[in-house]
């Protein structure tokens, strides 16, 4: 079975903070995305990556960034975390050819 | 721009009864359509993909249809469960390996 692992199910910060969201899958999967999810919106994109170190910015990149050195591991950054940050972060990867797409359990970030 | 809408009311069915999702989409011609459960806090899990080509896709009490002319996707759960209340994702892709997702459909079924 493919996991999809997200460092943190909760977490609290404080705004202006850095913060780190990692996501690390471990079935060689080419792509890997960052979603948020918001009561009523769904799942919008933030950034994907199809090859480590290649990314390209999804439908809301504003206020993140990503990192992929390794494969299997695909970090969102909020360089300066704002309370309109506040919600689910999903990350998923896929294979490239059958693009169904495997989430892991989300982290529920809070910013005060 | 494209887009992809469910129906945003639960759904509220008793236990046994098939459960009718729907799924619609506009200005675009997606290859195929995934659907997707997810449970509160958690994560979605897939479920089925069904391509422009084919009519009807099924997984044991799954069912799920792609109409291009309607422009519409339905999901059935046949002799629906409790156990089969949660939220269900619609998500379309093309060319790109992004996905459009809905905003999900919640289901409830009353034991």
């Known amino acids: 079975d493919v996991k999809v692992t997200q460092s943190s199910r909760y977490l609290v910060k404080r705004t202006g903070e850095k913060v780190f969201l990692e996501c690390v899958q471990d079935?060689?999967?080419?792509?890997m995305f960052w979603y948020r999810q918001d009561p009523g919106l769904g799942l919008r994109l933030i950034y994907f990556s199809y090859d480590v170190k290649m990314k390209e910015k999804g439908d809301i990149p504003e206020g993140y960034s990503v990192s992929r050195e390794k494969k299997e591991r695909f970090s969102l950054i909020l360089e300066s975390a704002s309370t309109n940050q506040t919600s689910m972060y999903l990350c998923?990867?896929?294979?490239?050819?059958?693009?169904?797409?495997?989430f892991g359990p989300g982290t529920r970030l809070t910013v005060l | 721009s494209q887009k992809i809408e469910q129906n945003s009311e639960a759904l509220n069915i008793q236990e046994g009864k098939t459960a009718t999702l729907t799924c619609n989409y506009t200005?675009?011609?997606?290859?195929?359509l995934q659907w997707y459960r997810q449970d509160p806090g958690r994560g979605p899990v897939f479920l089925l993909l069904i391509r422009e080509n084919e009519k009807e896709k099924r997984k044991e009490r799954l069912k799920v249809t792609f109409d291009t002319t309607l422009k519409q996707s339905l999901f059935h759960i046949t002799a629906s469960q409790p156990a089969d209340s949660a939220t269900y994702l619609c998500a379309s892709g093309g060319s790109s390996y992004k996905l459009i997702f809905g905003s999900g459909t919640r289901l409830l079924v009353r034991p």
């Open positions: 200005n675009y011609s997606p290859a195929y």
């Open positions: 998923a990867s896929s294979l490239v050819q059958t693009d169904t797409q495997y």
């Open positions: 079935m060689d999967h080419e792509n």
